[in-house]
């Protein structure tokens, strides 16, 4: 996709987004009903209100690009392709989930479609992102490493080491930032000396850009832009995308740190209702296609349950299984010759 | 068999490794031009080039966290980090990410990456540069640790870590480098080796404590006292048949460990020789670690904090005059 | 009729108190919407309805704390869009992950079980015990050869040597003599039973053909450890000398006194011996006493013989004695100091003729230039064969003893 065509979109298109996004907000909320009922456990973090940031952003990148993310990731990992069944029977802990029923919510893995997580640690995963980008270039492939993260994750001492190595090596990562204004429970003028997030990318050198997160088309075409920007200059770029969460940090969360009108307010920007209405008043969209949208999501929604409750428990036996790559045999000099190993395309 | 110092088989295995893998670079702290804070690299950046010997910023979270993603990405990095009291900057990028990626993804990843790191006290560096934190990493599921503390280790052990498809974590003491042996033909990663055989005591020990343990079996051995040496190796995983083996034969064990006392891989080892071989024993399981003091800079009272010849012949006399 | 029951938002959330409904009974409910107020730990919480429909009784009211899982209120689902229906499939029973297994399998204990309790050591004196089987053992005066383990390996536990205490009437002997022993090897169920039985027989043999008679004195210590103390500052902790060194030499000196007690019966003669080759009686693992010679006691000075010792009894426990040590004491010395025994009364070891025995240091209210003053002292026993000396003899021999003591510097 190349960013005309972004921010002109065509029918097709136009439907495709509304997919997208819906599909995401209707797995948010499904997962939501599901944590409540004990069905998920562990921390769950939804990506309600920020669904035009991966819809738009995530697109942009090929299939060989990579992806590195954080704990609030669904979005994510939907978009790039994971089907949702192996999501949610992640989450549901199954060895039917996309990790094996071993991360849950915060650890979703992809490597076929090169989704290298789901990171608990806020910022943990830059340094990763950096890493990935150097192979990427010491092996001569044009590929893109998009690393996405919150605005919490700016203050963490990774951020700035990634970026100024990014940077110093000339490494091709898109570092999104994903900024909703807090850091679980702490807006951002309280804890940035300067809250403006993008403008920090030019203290190491590096360009950046900043997008009304809640606009998919914006995002789109600036997102497309700067994958193209990367991938052309094999530099790194750093993308601010301002946005918003219309649910807690997590289930567990009074929110006694935000005002139920500011919640109000940004509500009246949901991504979706907005392209909508813009696709409705360009007439991209009719409400019979809405209803056709709304009954494809609500069955892959359903059938996606269906599968993480189809899903079976691993074996207790197999508990210490995948800690390392041989399962229970120590390494022995003449077997590590014959050894090729990692499952990792690359 | 030819004599080498210890810095010499590390460089060794480095310019074999680099020699020999494209897919191999060296990256760290002052790896490059400044020739290795321990001049194991000294002369690389000119023979390889800065692709392949990358100087890093002070940044340990970063360029471990980007070894592992290079790892990943196919690579086969060697993360230099300086020693390992600063490795405590990446402790996050190891524990939560290489020793983890592969069982978080259900087996999806392999994180092929080695990290080598001076470590140990007897310099009089003081508290902050004087660690022995080798069972803290011992003590993680996901990564392999060793403590190569002959020069055949520390020439072949690379080499062999380069192999292994998960995160292995080379330890050298520093007070080793300058140290000449006979090199050996080969090594390998997994086993204890016993370095002098006896049958009156066990003495399980590891890394820059190994020659002090080894003079202090002289010591022994001319008051009568025949102790069986063990190198570990080996830290996580722990060869135990070959612990267990050696105090069927001798009945008592004495552990030297540079770590401090409390929470130690000295007492994971005491715990396995319980677990193991308490029908064997004839005594309790001694150890001999660090005092429990941060490095103090004063030359005497460092060297009475650390596992001293003296403090090793003591505890085995103690061991073998109380039970006979 | 579909379930609204308080919600578990997180692991550590136990109960939650309604604070209020934003509906009531009756009002129509539609997925999505926040129909009550929840009170946790974290503070007040909006809880959202999944279901469309009638809420058709409110069960929990206002004010009330319940745990979570606690049935709130009851829907009656009704106007549901064709979505709905379908984007709320029936959700299984639970089913359950499988709980743990009782007992893992212990990957990690089997890597590291070593020999368990199976003695690979070729010592003939070793048996799978734990210490404090062994200790119950001594204070139960229960051999452990004789009992059968049913700990790991055949290791004898507490219970085992417990069960044989209740079952045996009788008491084996404190001292135990191993007359002729084969060069140790490792043994057998079998042939552990049969040395036992060797010596169970010995020792009757002699309660039954040795007419023992006994004699005791009680030794002032204190010079013997004064000397003691002040010799070992001088020393390396390697070197340092047991107290028990200097009563062996007063024993061998004292027998250059009274030769007749160093002999030995052979056949139906006593034949005194002119070298002393003291029998040290050492306790082994399995609760036995072994008691190798000393050979020449009297020809050694005290560091000399306090070497032997110690290799004495280094090898008696690992097994490797040799038989010429088993089968050439003179005559033999006990001590049980360190078993807290003031005297010991114990059986003569044939072939010979004397034992001697000593008791551990304690401090009594003694004599000295007619005052009382607390004093070291220590108190020594002669077993001795009626046939061959005499209580005068024997007396003789003790105060030789004592006197030997006396002047520690000149043994």
């Given at each position: 996709m190349n960013a005309s065509s972004a921010s002109h979109p065509d029918r097709e298109h136009a439907l495709t987004i509304l997919h997208q996004m819906l599909l995401i907000r209707r797995f948010e909320e499904k997962s939501a009903e599901l944590y409540s009922l004990g069905k998920i456990r562990g921390f769950l973090h939804l990506y309600i209100g920020e669904e035009a940031v991966a819809v738009g952003a995530?697109?942009?990148?090929?299939?060989d690009d990579s992806l590195v993310s954080t704990y609030r990731e669904h979005g994510h990992a939907l978009i790039r392709g994971m089907p949702a069944g192996a999501v949610m029977a992640e989450m549901f802990g199954?060895?039917?989930?996309?990790s094996r029923g071993r991360g849950g919510s915060m650890h979703l893995f992809d490597v076929s479609r090169r989704f290298f997580g789901g990171n608990a640690?806020?910022?943990?995963?830059l340094p990763l992102a950096v890493g990935l980008a150097l192979a990427d270039k010491l092996q001569g492939r044009q590929r893109v490493t998009a690393c996405l993260f919150g605005d919490?994750?700016?203050?963490?001492g990774a951020f700035h080491e990634s970026l100024n190595l990014a940077a110093l090596w000339q490494?091709?990562?898109?570092?999104?930032?994903?900024?909703?204004?807090?850091a679980m429970g702490t807006r951002i003028e309280r804890y940035?000396?300067?809250?403006?997030?993008?403008?920090?990318?030019a203290g190491y050198g590096i360009s950046a850009d900043c997008v009304d997160g809640m606009d998919v088309l914006a995002v789109q075409q600036t997102a497309a832009a700067a994958v193209d920007f990367v991938r052309s200059n094999s530099r790194p770029f750093l993308l601010e995308a301002k946005t918003y969460r219309?649910?807690?940090?997590?289930?567990?969360?009074?929110?006694?740190?935000?005002s139920k009108s500011e919640v109000e307010e940004w509500k009246q920007r949901d991504p979706i209702n907005a392209f909508l209405a813009q696709a409705r008043t360009k007439r991209l969209v009719n409400d019979d296609d809405i209803k056709s949208i709304d009954s494809r999501v609500a069955t892959e929604v359903a059938e996606a349950v269906a599968f993480a409750e189809a899903g079976e428990w691993e074996?207790?036996?197999?508990?210490?299984?995948?800690?390392?790559?041989?399962?229970?045999g120590p390494t022995n000099a003449s077997t590590v010759a014959a050894q090729t190993h990692p499952q990792v395309p690359v | 068999m030819s004599k080498v110092t210890y810095r010499e088989a590390v460089r060794s295995a480095l310019r074999e490794a680099l020699e020999s893998d494209p897919r191999v670079f060296l990256m760290g702290e002052d790896v490059g031009k400044y020739g290795g804070s321990y001049a194991c690299s000294k002369g690389f950046l000119d023979e390889f080039g800065p692709e392949r010997i990358r100087d890093t910023p002070l940044s340990e979270g970063a360029f471990v966290g980007a070894g592992i993603g290079a790892a990943i990405g196919g690579m086969r990095p060697i993360v230099e980090i300086m020693t390992v009291n600063f490795s405590l900057l990446a402790l996050d990028q190891i524990v939560n990410n290489a020793a983890t990626l592969r069982h978080m993804s259900g087996g999806q990843i392999s994180v092929p990456l080695v990290v080598r790191m001076a470590t140990g006290g007897g310099?009089?560096?003081a508290a902050q540069h004087s660690h022995s934190l080798e069972g803290w990493y011992a003590h993680i599921p996901g990564i392999k640790v060793v403590a190569p503390a002959t020069v055949t280790d520390a020439r072949y052990m690379l080499g062999l870590a380069l192999r292994e498809p998960d995160p292995v974590f080379i330890f050298e003491h520093?007070?080793?480098?300058?140290m000449e042996g006979q090199l050996g033909d080969a090594a390998d990663l997994e086993h204890a080796a016993i370095r002098r055989a006896g049958n009156d005591v066990t003495l399980v020990t590891y890394g820059g404590s190994l020659h002090r343990s080894l003079e202090a079996a002289e010591v022994l051995a001319s008051r009568d006292v025949d102790v069986e040496v063990v190198d570990?190796?080996?830290?996580?995983?722990?060869?135990?048949p070959t612990i267990l083996e050696s105090v069927a034969n001798t009945h008592r064990a004495v552990i030297v460990d540079?770590?401090?006392?409390?929470?130690?891989l000295a007492a994971e080892i005491s715990a396995q020789i319980m677990e193991g071989a308490f029908y064997e024993l004839d005594a309790p399981v001694a150890r001999v670690c660090s005092?429990?003091?941060?490095?103090?800079?004063a030359r005497h009272l460092e060297d009475a904090a650390l596992p001293n010849v003296e403090r090793i012949v003591s505890a085995v006399e103690q061991l073998v005059a109380q039970h006979g | 009729m579909a379930d609204f029951v308080m919600p578990s938002?997180?692991?550590?959330?136990?109960a939650g108190t309604l604070?209020?409904?934003h509906k009531n009974a009756g009002q129509a409910v539609r997925r999505?919407?926040?129909?009550a107020e929840v009170e946790t730990d974290k503070g007040i919480i909006d809880i959202e309805v999944f279901t469309s429909g009638i809420?058709?009784?409110?069960?929990v009211p206002v004010g009330e704390k319940v745990p979570v899982g606690t049935l709130l209120a009851r829907i009656r689902e009704e106007g549901q869009t064709a979505e709905e229906k379908v984007a709320a499939?029936?959700?299984?029973v639970d089913r359950e992950?499988?709980?743990?297994?009782?007992?893992?399998?212990?990957v990690a204990a089997e890597k590291i079980a070593?020999?368990?309790?199976?003695?690979?050591?070729?010592?003939?004196?070793?048996?799978?015990?734990s210490p404090s089987a062994r200790r119950l053992a001594r204070e139960l005066g229960v051999?452990?050869?004789?009992v059968p383990g049913t700990g790991p390996g055949s290791a004898i536990t507490r219970e085992d040597i417990q069960r044989a205490a209740a079952a045996s009437t009788a008491k084996t002997p404190p001292s135990v003599s191993?007359?002729?022993?084969?060069?140790?090897?490792?043994?057998?169920a079998d042939q552990a039973s049969r040395m036992r039985a060797a010596i169970a027989a010995a020792m009757a043999r002699s309660k039954r053909e040795i007419p023992h008679y006994y004699l005791q004195t009680t030794i002032d210590f204190h010079a013997a450890e004064t000397w003691l103390a002040e010799e070992n500052l001088k020393r390396p902790m390697t070197e340092r000398l047991l107290y028990g060194v200097l009563l062996l030499k007063a024993v061998a000196l004292a027998l250059q006194e009274v030769?007749?007690?160093?002999a030995v019966w052979e056949g139906d003669r006593v034949q005194v011996k002119e070298a002393v080759h003291l029998g040290v009686a050492i306790s082994v693992r399995g609760g036995g006493l072994i008691a190798p010679a000393l050979h020449?006691?009297?020809?050694?000075n005290i560091d000399q013989l306090m070497r032997e010792f110690r290799d004495l009894v280094r090898r008696a426990r690992s097994g490797g004695l040799r038989s010429s040590e088993l089968t050439d004491p003179t005559i033999t010395v006990t001590s049980l100091g360190e078993q807290g025994v003031e005297a010991v009364y114990g059986i003569i070891?044939?072939?010979?003729v004397a034992l001697v025995g000593f008791g551990k240091i304690v401090t009594r209210p003694w004599s000295v230039n007619n005052a009382i003053v607390p004093r070291s002292v220590i108190t020594a026993t002669l077993s001795a064969d009626h046939r061959v000396s005499d209580g005068h003899r024997g007396g003789l021999f003790l105060s030789a003893v004592d006197r030997l003591l006396q002047e520690p510097d000149k043994l």
């Open positions: 995530i697109p942009a990148l090929s299939r199954k060895v039917n989930g996309c640690i806020v910022a943990g995963g919490g994750a700016v203050a963490e490494l091709p990562v898109l570092f999104l930032c994903e900024n909703n204004l807090y940035q000396s300067r809250p403006e997030i993008y403008p920090k990318a219309f649910r807690a940090h997590s289930m567990y969360d009074a929110e006694l740190y935000r074996p207790i036996q197999d508990v210490t299984k995948d800690v390392y790559t041989r399962f229970d | 310099r009089q560096l520093a007070l080793l480098y300058p570990l190796r080996s830290l996580r995983p722990i060869d135990a540079e770590g401090w006392r409390t929470g130690s005092l429990e003091v941060p490095m103090p800079y | 938002l997180g692991a550590d959330m136990e604070v209020a409904w999505g919407d926040i129909i809420l058709e009784q409110i069960l499939p029936a959700i299984s992950p499988p709980k743990a297994p009782a007992a893992l399998p212990a070593g020999p368990a309790a199976s003695s690979t050591s070729g010592d003939v004196t070793r048996l799978p015990m051999d452990p050869h004789t191993q007359p002729s022993v084969p060069k140790p090897q490792p043994p057998s030769p007749d007690l160093n020449n006691a009297t020809e050694k070891y044939p072939p010979q």
